[in-house]
């Protein structure tokens, strides 16, 4: 896949192509970007189930036509139970079963903000139960099993199929659902149902609340009734980087926005429009170093960080780091946090709205936990937390986890406004470092850009190494060039789920909307 989509009125960028179509046919009716977000987000819950999921959390970067981004942090805080004696004995939190899912599930509330936010610009709304009927019909009726689930699945079967409820929802007739069966969720598609007339606030404060409250008692899970009642999505105003080619926004803490826009920063003062492709993979690796160390120094709850986070973006710091980086060897380092199982989606429409969003319930299947009755699976991510007590992501009731995720949206110089991302924990700064560069500074297509073989410094599922992990098409003299600058370096099969599903949709000057999306993917760029 080397050529861009291109339309005038909307597009729609998701890594699955029925996500992408729920989200046109929002914009075909008149909706704007983020009630086309909102369809976009319920289909893929449904038809990625591996990957994200009402059970998760979220976040919305959303980019007006003129004025300041707005950011939503939708991610869900530890339950009032989830304290270090809950898990007296452990080393360390587990990453599946009920003691993983130790906080509540934010995704849903950043919709019904997100659609808050939408009406608050004057728009007449479109009916909730529009936005999700594309996702009930595929929970009840069915989706085809894309291949990357059908391996998630028999990957994970072993260490899930006796986690509560994971059996009877993803392995019917107890076998993995072969690539291209027909996958039904009932639980699922009755939970949309009841959001779709009772409201989205009804997943903390309704009647849907008082279930999920009764089922988390049931299983020991550490979250309550009041934990749900009391959450709350809350707009954030997005960390900023002043780069040479424009302005570029993500996500503030909890999330590693951070990261994603130190090493732009960084690289920014490195001369990438000069670099060949082993100068731009060594540049961007020891700048995500140095931006890693920024990281797990300082990222936790908002309310926990001792320091101005926008203060480590200033011009003087990036300066500092940048010129500790060597052109002639590799740098060692400490250890990555891992991968992260994860979608991005980018929406624009016709009015110059712009949405850069992510969904997550973090590692593949979550918890591994099915709430009865619901359908929905419950997020670990709370097993970023650290049961030392003296940890910056020491675990306390209340407190929000760290997270990988990092939507990402850029205004040019030229006039071009710009949304990206992806998914994968450590790799999602890096693969936005590698489609920036590439498109914006070194001029590669857009689709080019997303398509060309990526990279991945850190851990993959299952593995211990820290290694520059990089796709095999990368050339073998780029290869050795990088092995001799001191990289530990280990080859990926070419098209890698490993390094992420990405995606950009790149509003040009002219009004026209340019779509891309990944080919590791089962995704699509729609438009009209």
Same mark, same amino acid.
């Given at each position: 896949m080397?050529?861009s989509?291109?339309?005038p009125m909307?597009?729609?960028?998701t890594?699955?192509?029925?996500?992408s179509?729920?989200a046109?046919a929002?914009?075909?009716?008149?909706g704007?970007?983020?009630?086309?977000?909102?369809?976009?987000?319920?289909?893929?819950?449904?038809?990625?189930?591996?990957?994200?999921?009402?059970g998760g959390?979220g976040?919305? !970067?959303?980019?007006?036509p003129h004025?300041d981004p707005?950011?939503?942090?939708?991610?869900?805080?530890?339950?009032?139970?989830?304290h270090?004696?809950f898990y007296?004995g452990?080393?360390?939190?587990?990453?599946?079963?009920?003691?993983?899912?130790?906080?509540?599930?934010g @995704?849903?509330?950043?919709?019904?903000?997100?659609? /808050?936010?939408?009406?608050?610009?004057?728009a007449?709304p479109l009916?909730?139960?529009?936005?999700?009927?594309?996702?009930?019909?595929?929970?009840?009726?069915g989706?085809?099993?894309?291949?990357?689930?059908?391996?998630?699945t028999?990957?994970?079967?072993q260490?899930?199929?006796?986690q509560?409820g994971?059996?009877?929802t993803f392995?019917p007739?107890g076998y993995?659902?072969?690539?291209?069966s027909r996958f039904?969720?009932p639980a699922l598609a009755?939970t949309l149902?009841? !959001?779709?007339?009772?409201g989205?606030?009804?997943?903390?404060?309704?009647?849907? #609340?008082?279930?999920?409250a009764?089922e988390?008692h049931l299983l020991?899970?550490?979250?309550t009734?009041?934990?749900l009642q009391q959450?709350?999505?809350?707009?954030?105003?997005p960390?900023h980087?002043?780069?040479?080619?424009g302005d570029?926004?993500?996500m503030?803490?909890?999330?590693?926005?951070?990261?994603?826009?130190a090493?732009?920063?960084?690289?920014?003062?490195?001369?990438m429009?000069q670099?060949?492709e082993a100068?731009?993979?060594? /540049?961007i690796?020891?700048?995500?170093k140095?931006a890693f160390?920024?990281r797990?120094?300082?990222?936790t709850?908002?309310r926990h960080?001792?320091?101005?986070?926008?203060?480590l973006?200033?011009?003087?710091?990036l300066?500092e780091?940048?010129?500790?980086v060597?052109?002639e060897?590799a740098?060692?380092w400490?250890t990555g946090?891992g991968?992260?199982?994860?979608v991005?989606?980018?929406?624009?429409?016709s009015?110059? !709205?712009?949405v850069?969003?992510?969904?997550?319930?973090?590692h593949e299947?979550g918890?591994?936990?099915?709430l009865p009755?619901?359908?929905i @699976?419950?997020q670990? /991510?709370?097993a970023?937390?650290?049961?030392?007590?003296d940890?910056?992501? @020491?675990?306390?009731?209340?407190?929000?986890?760290?997270?990988t995720?990092?939507p990402?949206?850029?205004?040019?110089?030229?006039?071009?406004?710009?949304v990206?991302?992806?998914?994968g924990?450590?790799g999602?700064?890096?693969?936005q470092?590698?489609?920036?560069?590439?498109?914006?500074?070194q001029g590669?297509?857009?689709?080019?850009a997303?398509s #060309?073989?990526?990279?991945l410094?850190?851990?993959?599922?299952?593995?211990?190494?820290d290694?520059?992990k990089l796709?095999a098409?990368i050339?073998p003299?780029t290869?050795e060039?990088l092995?001799?600058?001191g990289?530990?370096v280990?080859l990926?099969p070419d098209f890698?789920?490993?390094?992420?599903h990405?995606?950009a949709?790149v509003?040009?000057?002219?009004?026209? !909307?340019?779509g891309a999306?990944?080919?590791?993917?089962?995704?699509?760029?729609?438009g009209?």
């Amino acid at each position: 896949m080397i050529q861009s989509n291109m339309a005038p009125m909307g597009m729609a960028v998701t890594p699955h192509h029925l996500a992408s179509e729920s989200a046109l046919a929002v914009l075909r009716e008149g909706g704007n970007a983020i009630e086309a977000m909102v369809a976009a987000a319920a289909t893929i819950a449904v038809v990625y189930p591996h990957m994200n999921g009402l059970g998760g959390d979220g976040f919305w !970067l959303i980019v007006p036509p003129h004025g300041d981004p707005i950011a939503i942090d939708a991610s869900g805080a530890a339950g009032a139970l989830a304290h270090r004696d809950f898990y007296h004995g452990e080393s360390h939190i587990p990453h599946r079963g009920p003691k993983a899912a130790l906080t509540v599930a934010g @995704t849903v509330s950043g919709w019904e903000e997100a659609l /808050r936010l939408a009406a608050e610009r004057g728009a007449a709304p479109l009916p909730l139960s529009r936005l999700l009927r594309d996702a009930i019909r595929y929970a009840a009726d069915g989706i085809p099993v894309t291949a990357s689930q059908a391996a998630a699945t028999a990957a994970k079967q072993q260490e899930l199929q006796h986690q509560p409820g994971f059996a009877a929802t993803f392995l019917p007739d107890g076998y993995v659902p072969a690539a291209g069966s027909r996958f039904t969720q009932p639980a699922l598609a009755h939970t949309l149902s009841l !959001l779709s007339e009772q409201g989205l606030a009804s997943f903390y404060r309704g009647a849907l #609340a008082h279930h999920l409250a009764r089922e988390m008692h049931l299983l020991g899970m550490p979250v309550t009734l009041e934990d749900l009642q009391q959450h709350r999505a809350c707009r954030r105003t997005p960390l900023h980087l002043a780069h040479s080619e424009g302005d570029i926004w993500n996500m503030t803490p909890p999330t590693q926005g951070l990261v994603s826009l130190a090493i732009l920063g960084i690289t920014d003062r490195l001369q990438m429009a000069q670099a060949d492709e082993a100068q731009t993979v060594h /540049r961007i690796a020891e700048a995500t170093k140095r931006a890693f160390a920024l990281r797990d120094r300082h990222i936790t709850d908002p309310r926990h960080v001792n320091i101005d986070i926008q203060s480590l973006l200033d011009a003087a710091h990036l300066d500092e780091l940048a010129a500790q980086v060597s052109d002639e060897q590799a740098s060692p380092w400490g250890t990555g946090r891992g991968p992260g199982d994860t979608v991005w989606m980018g929406v624009m429409d016709s009015s110059g !709205l712009a949405v850069s969003f992510i969904q997550s319930i973090y590692h593949e299947f979550g918890s591994g936990v099915v709430l009865p009755g619901t359908g929905i @699976t419950w997020q670990n /991510r709370g097993a970023a937390f650290s049961l030392q007590p003296d940890h910056l992501l @020491t675990l306390a009731p209340g407190k929000q986890p760290f997270h990988t995720l990092n939507p990402a949206a850029a205004r040019l110089k030229d006039g071009r406004t710009l949304v990206y991302g992806s998914m994968g924990g450590d790799g999602q700064p890096q693969t936005q470092a590698a489609i920036f560069t590439r498109h914006v500074i070194q001029g590669l297509p857009l689709q080019q850009a997303v398509s #060309a073989p990526r990279w991945l410094l850190g851990r993959t599922w299952g593995q211990s190494s820290d290694s520059l992990k990089l796709e095999a098409r990368i050339a073998p003299a780029t290869v050795e060039r990088l092995r001799q600058l001191g990289h530990e370096v280990e080859l990926l099969p070419d098209f890698s789920e490993v390094v992420g599903h990405a995606g950009a949709i790149v509003r040009h000057v002219n009004g026209m !909307l340019e779509g891309a999306f990944d080919p590791r993917s089962n995704g699509s760029a729609a438009g009209f």
